[in-house]
């Protein structure tokens, strides 16, 4: 059974930085995209950031480029987000998802992503 567990959400100051996990299980992550999405309470779901996991090509949304990095560990099937100079903007619920990708650069959009994580929060507040 695929599954993704999202993990390292918290509470942070303004400035700081937080890593988030994300862990998947019953398939193997170097044959898909593995995408990172928020979603603030009154708000949609927003892609912000992609990577392919075969070669590690990435896309990120402009609201986090240069803040945000995504990363992979094909050995754990594990996929990074790294987090830094956090906005309260950012608090949000934080969710990775999966859809199999070989060719071609990952999509922000969430209708491409078959396989969803339960989320963690991250709030960013002094």
């Known amino acids: 059974q695929l599954q993704l567990v999202e993990s390292g959400g918290g509470l942070v100051q303004p400035g700081g930085s937080l890593r988030l996990s994300c862990a998947g299980s019953?398939?193997?992550?170097?044959?898909?995209?593995i995408g990172w999405f928020r979603q603030a309470p009154g708000k949609e779901r927003e892609g912000i950031s992609c990577?392919?996991?075969?070669?590690?090509?990435?896309n990120y949304a402009d609201s986090v480029k240069g803040r945000f990095t995504v990363s992979r560990d094909n050995a754990k099937n594990t996929v990074y987000l790294q987090m830094n100079s956090l906005k309260p903007e950012d608090t949000a619920v934080y969710y990775c998802?999966?859809?199999?990708?070989?060719?071609?650069?990952?999509?922000?959009?969430?209708?491409?992503?078959?396989?969803w994580g339960q989320g963690t929060q991250v709030t960013v507040s002094s």
């Open positions: 998802a999966a859809y199999s990708l070989m060719y071609g650069t990952c999509v922000l959009s969430p209708d491409f992503y078959h396989f």
């Open positions: 990577i392919r996991s075969r070669d590690g090509i990435t």
């Open positions: 019953g398939f193997n992550t170097a044959s898909y995209a």
